[in-house]
């Protein structure tokens, strides 16, 4: 099982930078692919970025590329998210997952296919 908390969201101007962490609990970190989520209320949860277990392989969702860059430190358990550019449209909560995979270059853009959520940290852009 992993226990996954969200930290980094707040309040920022139209234009500026936050960095989201998902610190991950349990052993074998680097087994589970790892996703951004974001949802607003009353919409659907949607996707943002993945990165694969060893960290090789992200995709991120078109909404966010070049502005967004997933990563993952798997000695320190975390995986971070750098949300530069940041618009009005950006605002939301933001949720870490995490999926169990034998293979270390697989990632998801699929919230189905995700096991374990963390609670959510809100970002809130000002424009």
């Known amino acids: 099982q992993v226990q996954l908390v969200e930290s980094g969201g707040g309040l920022v101007q139209a234009g500026g930078s936050l960095r989201l962490s998902c610190a991950a609990s349990?052993?074998?970190?680097?087994?589970?692919?790892m996703g951004w989520f974001r949802q607003v209320p009353g919409e659907e949860r949607e996707f943002v970025a993945t990165i694969s277990g060893n960290g090789l392989r992200t995709y991120s969702a078109h909404s966010v590329k070049g502005r967004f860059t997933i990563s993952r430190d798997n000695n320190k358990n975390t995986m971070y998210l750098q949300m530069n550019s940041l618009k009005p449209e950006d605002t939301a909560v933001y949720y870490c997952?995490?999926?169990?995979?034998?293979?270390?270059?697989?990632?998801?853009?699929?919230?189905?296919?995700?096991?374990?959520w963390g609670q959510g940290t809100q970002v809130t852009v000002s424009s």
């Open positions: 349990g052993r074998a970190f680097s087994n589970y692919a």
């Open positions: 997952a995490a999926e169990y995979s034998r293979h270390n270059e697989y990632y998801s853009n699929s919230r189905a296919s995700y096991d374990y």
